[in-house]
């Protein structure tokens, strides 16, 4: 039976997402969700194979084939002189076929990092590994420099590294406010569909922890040679449609001025936040936006202390800036409700 190349394509995409999702009996289950015959699944697999784009691990049961590479970028040679020059030997050849916006987003994304490695890290050399399948392209960029968290903390005076982390949720944080704007790694995490930093112990990510995200903080532990310097991880789809323009407008105003950003409470506290001092460290710089939207998902309580700082005593200081909460669950609405009437 033939298709129409649009339903051929979905099919084989979908054989493909299960296949990387270690999907048993996946003839049967592609079959059914498709309501094809299986022998016509078989013979795409098999299309599949022959291409060299998935491998057979054993009857019934196959995976994607992988490839990697490895670059080493050296200060004194002169390859952290220009982002540009990184880009083109590291990672240009790799997604030159890939659809313009995947490619503006890689090229956003890799640049930003690099200069954070060249302007901030006084590392003298940098690695970068990209690892592809059919479906999805990783860049993992490790440096030996003194690490971004530590610099951040100690920069800025700030008590710890959580305290620098919840930071760098909120963006425009910079230790160059000359040169850098400080909202690289902002839109970066926002424009990945998975995007890590490791650096002196703590692991910053803007992606919701699931099992199906273990993987990807074994390719950290891969890539990080020891415990000095940083390590960034970025995963997108070869078939992403998201634009760069589109996420700069989810966050700023119809100048292009970044004035809105979005604080993920589950990846800032590591228990539900109760107190006055955890609502003045989300309070702590919130005066450069002119909207903040408070994510409480995964959190299932707040103290009244917490609720009280946030939306009345930060609300009455600062009446010009919209304070937004999303996603609370019926006992931090309740507590919500308890403060603000």
């Known amino acids: 039976m033939k298709f129409s190349e649009d339903k051929k394509n979905a099919i084989l995409h979908y054989i493909l997402e299960?296949?990387?999702?270690?999907?048993?009996?996946?003839?049967k289950k592609v079959s059914e969700t498709f309501n094809v015959n299986q022998s016509t699944i078989h013979s795409y697999i098999t299309d599949l194979l022959e291409k060299n784009i998935i491998m057979k691990v054993k009857r019934g049961e196959y995976k994607l084939v992988?490839?990697?590479y490895k670059y080493i970028l050296s200060r004194k040679?002169?390859?952290?002189?220009?982002?540009?020059?990184?880009?083109?030997?590291c990672l240009s050849r790799h997604i030159s076929s890939f659809p313009q916006n995947v490619q503006g987003i890689w090229d956003y994304v890799f640049s930003e990092m690099v200069n954070n490695v060249m302007d901030h890290s006084a590392a003298e050399t940098a690695t970068i590994h990209v690892i592809q399948d059919y479906i999805n392209t990783t860049v993992i960029l490790?440096?030996?420099?003194?690490?971004?968290?530590?610099?951040?903390?100690?920069?800025?005076?700030?008590?710890?590294?959580?305290?620098?982390?919840?930071?760098?949720?909120?963006?425009?944080?910079?230790?160059?406010?000359?040169n850098h704007s400080g909202e690289g790694i902002f839109f970066s995490s926002k424009?990945?569909?998975?995007?890590?930093?490791?650096?002196?112990?703590?692991?910053?990510?803007?992606?919701?922890?699931?099992?199906?995200?273990?993987?990807?903080?074994?390719?950290?532990?891969?890539?990080?040679?020891?415990?000095?310097?940083?390590?960034?991880?970025?995963?997108?789809?070869?078939?992403?449609?998201?634009?760069?323009?589109?996420?700069?407008?989810?966050?700023?105003?119809?100048?292009?001025?970044?004035?809105?950003?979005?604080?993920?409470?589950?990846?800032?506290?590591?228990?539900?936040?109760?107190?006055?001092?955890?609502?003045?460290?989300?309070?702590?710089?919130?005066?450069?936006?002119?909207?903040?939207?408070?994510?409480?998902?995964?959190?299932?309580?707040?103290?009244?202390?917490?609720?009280?700082q946030l939306f009345v005593v930060f609300t009455n200081q600062h009446p010009e800036i919209k304070i937004i909460p999303i996603n609370m669950n019926e006992d931090v609405q309740k507590m919500y409700n308890h403060a603000i009437l």
């Open 18 to 27: 299960k296949i990387s999702q270690n999907t048993t009996s996946l003839s």
């Open 66 to 68: 992988t490839n990697s």
């Open 77 to 89: 040679n002169g390859d952290l002189d220009s982002d540009l020059y990184a880009l083109e030997e």
């Open 142 to 178: 490790s440096d030996n420099g003194i690490g971004i968290f530590k610099k951040l903390k100690d920069y800025f005076g700030f008590p710890s590294i959580d305290e620098t982390i919840c930071e760098l949720f909120k963006g425009k944080l910079t230790t160059d406010s000359m």
């Open 191 to 308: 424009l990945m569909d998975s995007f890590y930093i490791i650096s002196s112990g703590y692991l910053f990510t803007n992606s919701k922890y699931t099992e199906s995200k273990y993987e990807d903080t074994k390719l950290l532990n891969n890539s990080s040679q020891s415990d000095i310097g940083t390590t960034v991880v970025m995963k997108l789809s070869n078939f992403s449609i998201k634009e760069v323009k589109d996420i700069f407008n989810l966050y700023e105003d119809s100048s292009g001025r970044f004035t809105k950003t979005i604080l993920p409470l589950k990846n800032i506290f590591k228990a539900s936040p109760v107190s006055r001092s955890q609502a003045k460290r989300v309070c702590n710089n919130l005066d450069k936006f002119k909207e903040v939207i408070i994510d409480f998902d995964e959190i299932t309580w707040m103290g009244q202390g917490f609720a009280h």
